[in-house]
């Protein structure tokens, strides 16, 4: 998912692009030639065979039966595997290059010269990183991987057929120590395994994280527009002031094809399929020309954003497409839909999570309405949005509302299941033109280059159906009653919270006492079962409290700020022992927060400095290029004194524990009072008691921007905790001389709202939609984070020390000062005891 903007250093405007549009009269560019132009053309070896599972399933099993794990280097020098050209592909473009695997990393080397602007599109990431390995194809042919990381970058590399499969036998013979996803199993075995529907029917995982999943299993990709991922039309009323989510009027008839959901175009579409008749009888009968995600689709809808934009007009022959046809207004493209059968475009995720797609931002020339003379620029919202941040935040509620939940299932029926193709494909009105489908092509059979290169430019340009990942009916999702029921009989293991909001009730366990108060909580997957003590020595000018803690992944080692000596300290949680140490701040540590991933560290201090640090376990860390890193040597040669003497707190920094400095941030005025990092999002952001949050990226230490709690006065303005939501949301508390506040900026920098609240903030983190505050007068408060309009508030009468967050989606964790601790759930009889949230 792309979320943040970037800065556009170089921007071109596209005049030229939209003078061409201005003075051509000829409306129809070459490269859009409707597909079935091309089908008398191809030849008759060029047809491949539509059934080409069984070849799938024989192609998979040989390949798993091949898998042989290479035998460990003990000499500790690095190997090189197997080297392969290939092509990298990103959106619409194929680079050509080298891949290379080793024993130890997997790397690509762009072949061409360097360009004009310096840029490469080499890359290469250590094996322990491999999270996911996907067989991909490319063009409808078996001959392409796609790799994600564990910080969810991914790669798109397309192969030869026989080569791929070689690639990827060796990869997996490295036994890659990180990776979830990795065999030959076909997307409907690998679907079934994974355990995702019943996840999904069971309320486990939302309606938008299936479709993700359920997209990148069937092969959709965000680094190949043909094959982007889609996502349904949801709505049916665009019209309205307010948009009623329990009224079902308000929706789409998720059970049938876009081009059928106005009950006047099914005569057409039938008579069109009955009717065709191919005079070569080779391309079989259709009930649309068109496809309802391909790559012109996708960048209709994303011209707005580079290089969205740029793609755009290079796919129109060097100019912009006429005003009239461009993306300009929600309501208007959804009349055109239900007028005209030969329109059939889904959605595209960033419907439900992007807001900036709907914005002009870069003031490109889009053109002026032939009819109403009125000038493109943002998109026109429906009246029930006001803003793009709106529409985005209603249309996701719209996503996971009881409605879509009831009805997804038919959807998925018809783009991933048993209704894609075949006689109930064609029941349901839902043939799309043959060369859409999955082994419908052979590009290998192909002797000819141009015939090769026209069949591929229309492969690329109309669109590819995902693959079959069910043969049977999809189920249904458990409707709210259901889940009630099942919960309370104990049947479900994982209850969200936020679904059953009406049974939330709260209780204490007697945890601790007020002289030994909790001042970190944390809930792992794995939770150790012993209780140590961790001696410092803190500072004491420091209070204790969850921002100078920071557990690892896998819950074996404590991360903690606050030492006399400024160093972060790493503890062994079985031992309590000090394990690894590293300094490289003036001041003392103020606050300390981890990734998701395990793979960074980010530290706060009195220095007014934020450092990133590596998490890597290798001997060595690569820094990145232009690191901004200046190391204290003061304080290396301190802790190096303190290791002379011999001093039973400082410890070696040579250790593969001890986390390296890889940047050092600078931007606030006073002491860094919080801090919070996201890898996937590639985002550090930093609160201070000058009263600003700082924005700065991971890989290039680059400051982005500073943003300003709204309507804080007064002399005194500090900013106490802050968090980053999975969406990129950043949320912080403040504080003035009147008052206390909570505010929500989007990751590009939007404010999304901002409340007062009755105390002094103590602590607040983020779950899903989320906000959770808790204040020292005994309150803890959920709010959606779009607007921060309350959910819930649970006065539970005694100060709150910190908020540390959820366990899963099913409990909220609330440390009292009396030494408690506040256990919020689902009301009896669920037995809170069997729960592991106490062990310490």
Not at 441 to 458: H, Q, T, Y
Not at 487 to 512: A, F, G, M, N, W
Request: include cysteine.
């Amino acid at each position: 998912m792309r979320l943040k903007l970037e800065p556009d250093l170089y921007h071109d405007p596209h005049t030229a692009a939209a003078n061409m549009r201005d003075n051509t009269t000829s409306s129809t560019s070459q490269s859009r030639r409707l597909s079935s132009e091309f089908g008398s053309t191809f030849a008759p070896a060029a047809i491949g065979e539509e059934n080409t599972d069984d070849e799938m399933l024989l192609l998979e099993e040989e390949m798993r039966n091949s898998l042989e794990p290479q035998v460990p280097e003990t000499s500790g020098r690095e190997k090189i595997v197997i080297t392969q050209e290939c092509e990298l592909i990103t959106l619409m473009t194929r680079v050509k290059g080298r891949f290379d695997l080793t024993t130890n990393q997997l790397m690509f080397t762009e072949i061409a010269s360097l360009k004009d602007d310096g840029q490469r599109h080499d890359f290469k990431f250590p094996i322990g990183q491999l999270r996911e390995l996907h067989l991909r194809k490319f063009n409808l042919r078996r001959s392409a991987l796609e790799m994600f990381l564990t910080d969810q970058t991914s790669y798109f590399l397309n192969f030869t057929t026989r080569t791929r499969n070689k690639i990827f036998t060796k990869i997996l013979s490295l036994q890659p120590p990180n990776i979830l996803y990795g065999s030959g199993r076909s997307p409907a075995e690998l679907l079934k395994s994974s355990g995702l529907t019943q996840k999904w029917a069971n309320r486990e995982i939302s309606n938008f994280e299936y479709l993700m999943h359920l997209n990148t299993i069937a092969g959709r990709s965000y680094n190949d527009l043909s094959q982007y991922p889609v996502f349904p039309w949801i709505l049916a009323d665009y019209t309205s002031e307010v948009l009623d989510l329990n009224d079902p009027r308000s929706f789409r008839d998720l059970s049938k094809p876009i081009g059928v959901v106005n009950p006047k175009n099914e005569a057409e579409v039938r008579s069109k399929f009955d009717g065709f008749e191919d005079p070569s009888g080779m391309i079989p009968k259709f009930h649309y020309g068109t496809h309802y995600s391909n790559s012109a689709g996708v960048l209709h809808y994303l011209i707005r954003v580079e290089p969205f934009t740029s793609l755009h007009i290079e796919l129109q022959s060097g100019r912009f497409d006429v005003a009239d046809r461009q993306f300009h207004s929600i309501p208007q493209t959804w009349k055109l839909l239900m007028d005209n059968p030969n329109d059939v475009k889904e959605l595209i995720p960033e419907f439900f999570y992007f807001p900036e797609f709907l914005k002009n931002m870069n003031r490109f020339d889009l053109g002026v309405l032939q009819m109403t003379k009125e000038k493109v620029d943002d998109v026109v919202l429906p009246p029930w949005a006001k803003t793009a941040e709106d529409f985005i935040a209603i249309h996701r509620r719209a996503l996971e509302s009881e409605y879509v939940s009831q009805h997804l299932h038919h959807w998925i029926d018809l783009i991933f299941g048993y209704k894609q193709k075949g006689p109930k494909a064609v029941d349901a009105l839902n043939v799309f033109y043959y060369c859409s489908y999955e082994g419908a092509v052979d590009l290998d059979k192909i002797a000819n280059p141009i015939e090769r290169e026209a069949v591929e430019g229309m492969i690329n340009n109309f669109g590819q159906t995902p693959s079959q990942l069910l043969r049977d009916p999809h189920p249904r999702r458990l409707s709210l009653d259901e889940l009630t029921i099942r919960l309370l009989k104990l049947e479900l293991r994982r209850p969200d919270l936020t679904l059953i909001l009406d049974r939330v009730q709260c209780t204490t366990c007697d945890l601790s006492t007020d002289k030994d108060p909790v001042v970190y909580l944390s809930t792992p997957k794995s939770p150790p079962r012993n209780r140590k003590k961790l001696t410092g020595p803190f500072h004491p000018s420091i209070t204790l409290s969850s921002k100078l803690f920071a557990l690892s992944v896998d819950a074996k080692y404590i991360y903690a700020g606050g030492i006399w000596d400024n160093s972060v300290r790493v503890f062994n949680m079985a031992r309590g022992k000090v394990v690894a140490s590293a300094i490289n701040h003036f001041d003392v540590v103020t606050c300390i927060a981890m990734d998701n991933c395990g793979s960074y560290l980010v530290t706060g201090s009195k220095d007014c400095t934020c450092v990133i640090w590596s998490l890597s376990t290798s001997n060595s860390v690569s820094q990145p290029a232009g690191s901004n890193l200046q190391p204290n040597t003061a304080a290396l040669n301190q802790n190096l004194a303190g290791n002379v003497v011999g001093s039973a707190n400082v410890v070696h920094l040579t250790n593969n524990l001890t986390p390296k400095p890889v940047h050092t941030l600078y931007g606030h005025d006073d002491a860094v009072s919080c801090v919070a990092i996201m890898t996937e999002l590639d985002i550090v952001v930093s609160g201070s008691l000058d009263g600003t949050v700082n924005v700065h990226t991971i890989k290039n230490g680059q400051f982005i921007r500073t943003i300003n709690p709204i309507g804080c006065t007064g002399c005194k303005i500090e900013v106490s905790f802050i968090t980053i939501s999975y969406q990129g949301h950043i949320a912080f508390s403040a504080l003035d001389d009147t008052s206390h506040s909570v505010h929500v900026f989007s990751i590009n920098g939007v404010s999304l709202g901002s409340k007062y609240v009755s105390g002094r903030v103590t602590g607040l983190t983020s779950s899903t939609d989320y906000l959770v505050v808790s204040d020292d007068a005994g309150d803890v408060t959920m709010s959606r984070l779009y607007g921060l309009k309350p959910i819930f508030d649970i006065p539970l009468h005694v100060p709150t020390q910190t908020v540390v967050g959820t366990v899963g989606n099913t409990h909220l964790l609330a440390p009292l000062r009396d030494g408690s601790l506040g256990v919020i759930g689902i009301q009896q009889p669920i037995p809170y005891k069997k729960h592991t949230v106490l062990n310490v």
